[in-house]
């Protein structure tokens, strides 16, 4: 499920066009203490970029609005084995398969074939029964003692995956985890939600704004690199969402009565923008890029994302008309006033 391609490749559809250089010393390592106190670039209905600090947030709401969660859990999903031979493995599981078995990124990737064994703590080992095409990802069936279970087996040797380019880390892990989060499943976490805190519920309840959750298992789809100039020939892999009956009813309601439908974040954007108003529970691959026509989002809480991602593409669809070169500005602008960037760093609320 993606956009309609277009018939000639402009720029709104090049990969290059959605690269820009950043600072190194601007890639957030460590989350702000406390969460709220990241900053938050407000683009408001005018594009006015508007500086302040996510605990403002209410400043910007209406009672009568309504703000959608991504309540998944991040897995401890890196693993630590080797080969019989003694090599070192490491793994990053995906997606469940059933039966104790899991698609998962390995490394060294070339040196496990079909067939390999990989040896891992507590007498536990996996086999790789397949390759997956377009990721190379490996189908790994687990092999674990008779009275064990594989879910309290990964909670008890596996360690939550931090991003590639949080290199210097010194927080505690929970701290890549929302405050809400309560169905595990992501390899990665829904970050635009990091920043809410249970006061900064309690002032959104105070002010008549609702909220609402949907559940969408981060996984290697968000963060696999476009491979294609022309991004409309990417897909998307897939991941899993649910959209339940309560959510939507509550978004009709909202949009009922002249409220504003706000995503905290694109795999909440992603959600809804799949369900289409509906009941939805099923994996997607939607891919969200400029000429989308935006069905249920109203607004957007959104952190900076990476050069050349999906993620980039789909804040610069919901900035409308020439949202592009818009989003490319703003990004310039956040890096001169020092804001910090991707998962760690701060936060931009998109109002339309």
Not at 171 to 178: C, V
């Amino acid at each position: 499920m993606t956009s309609s391609p277009v018939p000639e490749l402009e720029l709104d559809y090049t990969l290059s066009a959605y690269d820009y250089e950043l600072p190194s010393d601007r890639i957030a390592q460590d989350p702000v203490t406390p969460r709220d106190t990241s900053r938050l670039l407000v683009i408001d209905a005018e594009r006015n970029l508007l500086h302040h600090h996510f605990y403002d947030l209410p400043n910007f709401l209406r009672a009568g609005d309504l703000l959608v969660f991504n309540n998944t859990k991040v897995i401890p999903a890196r693993m630590y084995g080797h080969k019989l031979s003694g090599v070192p493995v490491e793994i990053l599981l995906m997606e469940p398969l059933g039966n104790d078995r899991w698609l998962a990124l390995v490394k060294p990737g070339k040196r496990l074939p079909i067939g390999s064994t990989i040896v891992f703590a507590d007498n536990v080992k996996a086999t790789v029964e397949g390759i997956e095409t377009t990721t190379r990802a490996r189908e790994l069936q687990f092999h674990i003692p008779a009275d064990a279970n594989l879910d309290l087996i990964i909670d008890r040797l596996g360690k939550l995956p931090l991003p590639p380019y949080v290199t210097d880390s010194h927080t505690d892990p929970a701290r890549y985890q929302t405050i809400y989060a309560e169905v595990s499943g992501a390899i990665a976490a829904p970050t635009a939600g990091l920043h809410f805190t249970d006061e900064l519920f309690q002032q959104l309840q105070d002010r008549g704004i609702d909220k609402a959750f949907v559940t969408l298992h981060v996984g290697i789809g968000t963060f696999r690199p476009v491979e294609t100039e022309d991004i409309t020939q990417h897909v998307m892999h897939n991941e899993w969402c649910e959209v339940p009956e309560q959510t939507i009813a509550k978004i009709k309601e909202t949009k009922a009565r002249g409220g504003r439908v706000i995503g905290v974040g694109s795999t909440v954007a992603r959600s809804l923008e799949s369900s289409n108003f509906q009941v939805f529970k099923g994996k997607t691959n939607l891919m969200i890029y400029p000429g989308y026509e935006w069905k249920v989002i109203d607004a957007m809480v959104t952190n900076f994302h990476l050069p050349k991602s999906t993620l980039l593409m789909m804040v610069a669809s919901f900035l409308g008309k020439d949202g592009r070169e818009f989003l490319m500005s703003v990004y310039q602008e956040a890096i001169a006033k020092d804001y910090r960037f991707y998962s760690f760093g701060d936060a931009v609320l998109i109002l339309r």
